[in-house]
C-alpha cells in the first residue's frame, strides 16, 4: 500500500505546509499514512452525479 507524509501543528492538529515545517521543527509534527487504492469497482456502483441532490431537494 502506498504511503504519503503529511505534517500537522502539534498544538492544534492542523495540517500545515511543509515548508512551515521546516520553519518551525519544534511545533510540527510529519505523520506517515497509508493510502488506500482506488477501488475500482465502487466506481461502478456509485449513483450519478447529482442524484443526491435531486433527492434531496427534489
Avoid: C
Amino acid at each position: 500500500m502506498p504511503t504519503r507524509k503529511v505534517v500537522r501543528d502539534a498544538g492544534t492538529g492542523e495540517f500545515v505546509k511543509p515548508s512551515e515545517a521546516t520553519r518551525r521543527p519544534k511545533t510540527t509534527v510529519t505523520e506517515t499514512i497509508k493510502v488506500p487504492k482506488k477501488n475500482l469497482e465502487s466506481n461502478q456502483t456509485e449513483a450519478p452525479q447529482g442524484a443526491f441532490l435531486r433527492h434531496f431537494y427534489g
